[in-house]
């Protein structure tokens, strides 16, 4: 188990920056320079499931890397 952990870990850091990368962007900076939409959006859909991800393998990165240092 223990060669397998930081495999998994380096997994789920690829798969969390992946998922950070796919979030829509812009929106926050480009409000008060005149872009469309405001400070605060619905997510929908596919957003939505992408910052769930990435709430979920950010905990997964967490968890992996602690057991990194118990193990």
Do not use: C, D, H
Not at 12 to 19: G, H, R, T, W
């Amino acid at each position: 188990m223990k060669e397998y952990l930081p495999i998994a870990q380096i997994i789920a850091s690829a798969l969390l920056i992946v998922f950070i990368l796919l979030q829509q962007r812009g929106t926050t900076l480009g409000s008060p320079f005149g872009g469309e939409g405001g400070f605060y959006s619905t997510l929908r859909g596919f957003q939505k499931k992408i910052f769930w991800l990435t709430i979920i393998f950010g905990a997964l990165f967490l968890v992996l890397a602690l057991l990194n240092l118990v193990v």
